[in-house]
């Protein structure tokens, strides 16, 4: 099992950028996959971007140019840079740690973006 809890969000002006955290309570090298997602009300929750315990990254291909997943092992803690914010990423943004067949979720952190 794994403890999630993500932070960093906030309100930011369209253009401005953020860094989101999510905080594991094991070693992320020991989690196989580490993602980030993100829910706006009345909507499914969809994919943003994860990174593998061996480094790799993937994202939704229209978010790719501003948004960047890292990772710092040493402080078991999965990054999301977000720049050029735009209104429409306004959404609560979760970290998902898939180990094996098992998802865990954070709590989220929401995200608004104003105009």
């Known amino acids: 099992q794994v403890r999630l809890v993500e932070s960093g969000g906030g309100l930011v002006q369209v253009g401005g950028s953020l860094r989101l955290s999510c905080a594991a309570s094991?070693?992320?090298?020991?989690?196989?996959?580490m993602g980030w997602y993100r829910q706006v009300p009345g909507k499914q929750r969809e994919f943003v971007a994860e990174?593998?315990?061996?480094?790799?990254?993937y994202y939704v291909n229209s978010l790719k140019d501003r948004f960047t997943v890292s990772s710092d092992s040493a402080k078991n803690t999965v990054y999301l840079q977000i720049n050029n914010l735009k209104p429409e990423d306004t959404a609560v943004y979760y970290c998902?740690?898939?180990?094996?067949?098992?998802?865990?979720w954070g709590q989220g952190t929401q995200v608004t973006v104003s105009s």
């Open positions: 998902r740690a898939t180990i094996f067949a098992n998802d865990y």
């Open positions: 094991r070693s992320i090298l020991s989690i196989n996959t």
């Open positions: 990174i593998t315990s061996s480094g790799s990254t």
